[in-house]
């Protein structure tokens, strides 16, 4: 095994080289077209995105699902060839919705229902990180077809299960169980000390269609994270069964804890992260200038759909607003020459948001 934290690889001369080299380069290549895009997407069914961030658990009522993904992407293209670097994070928690509304009451110390018990199954997956792209793209008069693979260094691995079950011994009392499997950048479950942190190299692939079968319709289809695998090096892991046997009370006289494990720690030589594929599908229909627009999303195992209408103002502008019944969203769609601008959110108090979408797009 390499010691952890002797490898000095950098990427940071990289992407500075490439801006440099494009922007030249498509000033004095006509045929080069730039294109860029910045893409986010935040949703938290068991409670909101700002308790999520700052007080995880807290607020947890009902649900089973938290994801965020998000991509910066920028780059050329000639003569169908596009070259582009990036960087990308991604998180994927799901957990049963029995824990989540019996952790909420934990958490707010709400009285529990004595002899109650909850299964526990929880699974993460995420990391972050920044690449290059290579792809090609072909167009004809009513359909354009695209593809490319993606290589990225990785960081902040986490990825894993946990599987126990929660037992009511008292409305102020419970007791936990449950075998701990994962990898992980940061210890957050038993906050284990000294965790070097492992760097990954990732690959992915990608596909893109666009047809326009008939003068009304225009079908958009995109695909991402095909085939896409991460390699970490030197991974921190941990495999235990964790109790509660180390308890005390507060001074509301609620039980807290800190876990009691017992397993093995270390580090994985090499570890092998899988990324689920996440599809994108849009059909719109145009009569005279009035918009129809379905969407179809499917993504760590979830699928989403919506639909709305819009209008194509005479200069080529047009502006979409769309429903997302699953998410109890209303998305907003501005496009306009080469710009698309994109917001989605299901409230506009951010206090209260669960689920909210950014996009930004050029040429893409």
Do not use: C
């Not at 946990?162 to 169980?177: P, Q, R, T």
């Not at 210890?187 to 070097?196: G, L, M, N």
């Not at 269609?209 to 991402?224: G, H, I, T, Y």
């Not at 979409?320 to 994109?342: G, K, N």
Request: overall charge negative; charged content about 25%; hydrophobic content about 40%.
């Amino acid at each position: 095994m390499k010691a952890p934290g002797n490898r000095k690889e950098r990427w940071g001369f990289g992407p500075a080289f490439f801006f440099v080299i494009a922007s030249v380069y498509a000033n004095t290549a006509p045929a080069v077209e730039m294109f860029g895009r910045f893409e986010a997407q935040l949703v938290s069914e068991p409670e909101p995105i700002k308790t999520t961030l700052s007080d995880w658990g807290s607020e947890f009522d009902s649900g089973r699902r938290q994801w965020a993904v998000s991509q910066a992407e920028v780059g050329f293209r000639e003569r169908g060839i596009e070259i582009s670097v990036f960087t990308r994070a991604l998180a994927d928690l799901r957990v049963n919705s029995e824990a989540v509304s019996f952790y909420g009451q934990i958490a707010r110390k709400e009285p529990l229902n004595e002899g109650e018990r909850i299964p526990v199954a929880l699974r993460v997956n995420g990391f972050s990180g920044s690449g290059i792209r290579s792809g090609y793209r072909h167009s004809e008069e009513s359909w354009t077809i695209s593809g490319g693979i993606s290589v990225f260094k990785t960081r902040h691995l986490m990825s894993g299960t946990l599987d126990g079950e929660f037992v009511a011994a008292a409305e102020n009392d419970y007791d936990f169980s449950a075998d701990v499997d994962y990898v992980y950048y940061r210890d957050v479950i038993f906050d284990r000390p000294d965790v070097e942190k492992a760097s990954g190299i990732g690959w992915a692939f990608d596909v893109a269609a666009s047809w326009q079968p008939m003068e009304k319709l225009d079908l958009n289809f995109r695909a991402e994270d095909l085939f896409s695998r991460i390699r970490w090096e030197d991974a921190p892991f941990t495999r235990a069964q964790a109790n509660t046997d180390n308890k005390s009370f507060d001074d509301d006289g609620y039980a807290v804890f800190a876990p009691t494990i017992s397993g093995t720690e270390g580090n994985r030589d090499t570890f092998y992260q899988d990324l689920d594929p996440r599809f994108y599908v849009t059909a719109q229909w145009q009569e005279g200038s009035w918009l129809t627009v379905g969407h179809a999303q499917y993504q760590f195992g979830y699928g989403l759909y919506g639909a709305g209408f819009g209008r194509a103002l005479a200069d080529g502008t047009r502006i979409l607003a769309s429903y997302w019944p699953e998410l109890d969203s209303i998305q907003l769609e501005l496009t306009r020459a080469q710009w698309q601008v994109m917001i989605s959110a299901d409230g506009v108090e951010w206090s209260s948001v669960r689920a909210i979408s950014l996009g930004l797009s050029y040429n893409y």
